[in-house]
């Protein structure tokens, strides 16, 4: 790349584009929507040969993550860890003893907020994180914004010699405009540490005081950073002021100047959120006769400005989320302007039907729940008596019909953890504990190795499609070559399994799901901890790889039972009026449908072959 270009990009593409042009070195995440994209954009720029970094890959857990990224940036060479809002929740450990060790090359945090939320189990705002970890947050609000603040936040974490937080939300990573980028700068560090006991060892409790000093000390200087990098700014004259950050300042600014009111307010857009920037906030108070507060999620800015009014004795309202807002749920331009014209808009709701997602058509997850239900029933019980545990991933899918199997979905390897909770307290039945790959390595395994040593009677079944599917098929580490060309140890997940002690163990495929069925009847009942790993790969991944075979029905036989269509959900049924039919281009040939028609109605094609009706 050469000087200064125009490019269409997403904004988590121009966060991985502004970290090249800042040299970063090595990068490192754990995939969640809406925050996946920089990475994968990293590495899709490797395969290409556009670049080339000493280490860009995902890692096992957010915490893992953050902690490669904080070793890389103390041996001298910038970093970037990405992750979404819960994902920090995991690395928080080590997050908040980053305030107090510091770093040497700059160190990002991509953290990804989800307003709504669309994709996530909590509509958590982590702006607090950096209260907590008393670390510097900045906000951008769009795209190239995204780009300049993600160079910006090298220079900031390199002057005061800590990590910074740059907190997005999901209209600014999945928002596509034209991005102004600069050129790729090739890592130029010679690799070292030094030894630094007091700085690095938490052991010492009269360090960590002083550390905690520092670090305070530190964060009154980065007021006068974010003035020099113009992180925050003022527009317009009116009376009426308008305190703003991330995404909701492109709201602001399309309902001012959609109503021709630009002229009549007086704006204030924060970069930077914590440090609260206090000269700025304060002169803008006294310019202002009131104010109105927009943000997502919680009325973050609203207390800050609140707390600072009362302490200057300032009699200024101010109104934010408290007020004028919905509580839960992702703003929206009626709710804007709606606030900034200060009466209630009239807006037709049209009430739309509810449409869940399906889990695709031949997802070797359909096989895996189908075998529960009916293993379950084998073994004596009515499904719906028996607790089905439920993890973060596609497989959570299995909560709607015709399943309707998942009691309970909390965080990333809690489905082990919770089970073991429920026969901790003495409950009476059995407990089914189910979990993805991906998710097991995440944080499912020490739940299991808990489960284990305490010897507890529990089922639990690893749902293996070899991928971290939900947010994009990323690596997991049964993969011998990542995206960027690096070579890796394959691991057996069964060998994982038997090496934390697990005896009672049985490989399964879910397209046969008689076989997982005779597998849950056999183990339901009997003591200690068992594990069924049901294993195929994702049906986009088969799809992709090329089916071979695909499913199909014939007219003189179908009697429109519908049972294809009500034990397995496959979304490539379609009804007709008289007689299912199955949508060749979705297929994947599982036989799921086939294995339970019994019509025998449903019939297998080669591809390249004609069907042939009889």
């Not at 940036?73 to 929740?89: E, H, Q, W, Y």
């Not at 056999?522 to 594990?531: D, M, S, T, Y």
């Not at 199955?582 to 040939?589: D, F, K, Q, R």
Request: hydrophobic letters at 40%.
């Amino acid at each position: 790349m050469h000087h200064q270009q125009s490019l269409v990009l997403m904004g988590n593409e121009a966060i991985a584009y502004g970290a090249l042009t800042a040299g970063v070195a090595v990068a490192s995440g754990y995939p969640g929507t809406p925050s996946s994209e920089v990475i994968d954009t990293l590495l899709e720029l490797i395969a290409s040969g556009k670049i080339n970094r000493p280490y860009i890959e995902w890692a096992v857990n957010e915490r893992v993550a953050f902690e490669i990224c904080l070793g890389a940036s103390l041996a001298g060479a910038r970093s970037l860890v990405t992750m979404k809002a819960p994902g920090l929740n995991v690395a928080s450990d080590p997050l908040l003893s980053s305030a107090y060790s510091g770093v040497e090359a700059g160190m990002l945090i991509l953290v990804a907020d989800d307003p709504g939320p669309h994709t996530t189990q909590t509509e958590q705002d982590s702006r607090w994180y950096g209260e907590l970890a008393k670390l510097p947050v900045i906000e951008p609000s769009d795209p190239q914004e995204a780009y300049e603040y993600t160079i910006l936040g090298y220079e900031l974490s390199e002057k005061i010699k800590l990590p910074v937080i740059m907190r997005t939300t999901t209209r600014v990573n999945h928002t596509v405009s034209d991005v102004k980028v600069r050129e790729f700068i090739e890592p130029s560090y010679t690799p070292s540490f030094s030894r630094n006991p007091k700085r690095y060892l938490r052991a010492v409790m009269a360090w960590n005081r002083e550390r905690h000093r520092e670090v305070l000390e530190t964060l009154d200087r980065v007021e006068s950073l974010a003035e020099e990098f113009r992180l925050n700014r003022v527009e317009g004259l009116g009376e009426l002021g308008i305190v703003c950050s991330g995404a909701a300042y492109t709201y602001v600014m399309e309902v001012l100047e959609k109503n021709n009111l630009l002229d009549g307010y007086m704006i204030l857009k924060l970069g930077l959120i914590h440090p609260i920037p206090r000269r700025i906030v304060l002169e803008f108070l006294r310019k202002v006769n009131g104010v109105v507060v927009i943000e997502e999620i919680d009325p973050y800015l609203e207390m800050k400005l609140k707390s600072l009014a009362y302490d200057e004795g300032l009699q200024v309202k101010i109104l934010g989320r408290q007020e004028l807002f919905p509580r839960v749920g992702e703003l929206t331009l009626d709710d804007v302007e709606s606030a900034i014209l200060g009466r209630e808009l009239k807006v037709d709701e049209v009430i739309l039907p509810m449409r869940p997602p399906p889990l695709c058509p031949g997802c070797p997850h359909i096989g895996t729940y189908m075998g529960l239900r009916m293993g379950i029933s084998k073994a004596g019980y009515k499904w719906g008596e028996i607790p089905v545990m439920g993890d973060i991933g596609c497989y959570a899918l299995g909560l709607n019909p015709p399943f309707e199997a998942v009691w309970i979905e909390h965080s990333m390897g809690a489905s082990i953890s919770m089970a073991v909770g429920l026969k901790a307290a003495g409950y009476p039945k059995p407990v089914v504990a189910v979990i993805g790959d991906s998710t097991f390595y995440h944080s499912g395994i020490t739940s299991l190795i808990e489960a284990v040593h305490k010897d507890i009677d529990l089922l639990v079944v690893i749902m293996d499609n070899l991928t971290v599917a939900m947010t994009g098929h990323q690596a997991t580490p049964e993969y011998e070559l990542s995206i960027s060309g690096r070579r890796m140890k394959k691991l057996d997940l069964e060998k994982v399994v038997r090496g934390l002690g697990v005896e009672k163990i049985a490989v399964v495929d879910p397209y046969n799901y008689k076989s997982v069925s005779e597998k849950i009847r056999e183990f339901l009942h009997q003591p200690g901890v068992k594990v069924i790993i049901s294993k195929r790969a994702c049906a986009i991944l088969e799809k992709r790889a090329g089916v071979k075979q695909v499913c199909w029905v014939d007219p003189k036989k179908c009697t429109n039972c519908l049972a294809c269509v009500k034990l397995t959900g496959c979304p490539a049924l379609s009804l007709l009026e008289d007689r299912v039919e199955i949508i060749e281009s979705e297929c994947v040939g599982c036989t799921l449908c086939m294995q339970v028609c019994p019509y025998d109605a449903i019939l297998i094609k080669k591809i390249g072959t004609v069907k042939i009706n009889v």
